[in-house]
């Protein structure tokens, strides 16, 4: 006759019990050992983050494949390791990158750091294909946070698929920013070739305002030629301006 399994709530109750009572005995290894037999990875991560042992407890994820025992460690890791964190998720390609959102809001990089949520998402975006709104949303926030990101930022506005970026949102998040060039690019592509010409010129970008205006080609007959005309006249009144701004220096230097 063949003894009877203990349903799974009896085996809960009885893990629970064993886990007590090694935390009681204070019996580590052991604890661990019975953890490592159970593949409770939820359970080991944890340990190791109540020891603050960030290096193990990302060691643990990498070996198992369970998804959620990420996203419960998240918010922890990314406070206490956000470098070595990334790089964790980097390496699996299973995440999704929306329920890790709360945990990437957790760092704010130091003024001579490398942005690592920057990082995280480019690698999510542009290598892993994602196509999330929120993770669009993001990035193009982070990149307006720094001057120094103007040239990736330029880059993402232009490229960004228009089903993953929100232009109307990037538009209004770019102009609160006060990156004007940003602002430029995204009008011509919401193909608003007049904002994106005036917007251009009120910079003094006539390079970047003749090339939106070669965009309106597009538009409506007539708008292209219109718009030629508008950068030709800046043009002009921004050489009178020098030529009668010349003179009045020199009598001024004269005296």
Known sequence: RSTPKPSSAASDVYKRQTYTLLARLQCTELWLAYACI??????????????????????????????????ASSIALMQHAPEATIQCWQKCDQLDVERLIPALLQYTPAPNESDVVLMYLQHVIDVQGSKSPAAH?????????????????????????????????????????????????????????????????????IDLACS????????????????????????????SLIHISEPTRLRRSSY
């Open 38 to 71: 159970l593949q409770d990875t939820d359970k080991l991560v944890q340990h190791w983050i109540d020891q603050k042992q960030w290096n193990q407890a990302l060691h643990t994820l990498s070996a198992q494949s369970a998804l959620d025992a990420y996203y």
């Open 137 to 205: 949303a993001l990035r193009l926030s982070r990149l307006c946070e720094r001057a120094s990101n103007q040239f990736a930022l330029l880059k993402f506005v232009e490229s960004a698929s228009p089903d993953a970026l929100d232009l109307s949102y990037a538009l209004r998040v770019c102009s609160e920013a006060g990156c004007r060039e940003a602002c430029v690019r995204i009008y011509a592509r919401l193909q608003q070739y007049e904002n994106a010409v005036h917007l251009a010129l009120e910079a003094n970008d």
């Open 212 to 239: 939106c205006a070669d965009l309106a080609a597009h538009g409506p007959s007539g708008l292209q030629r219109e718009l030629w005309l508008q950068c030709a006249k800046h043009v002009v009144q921004s050489l």
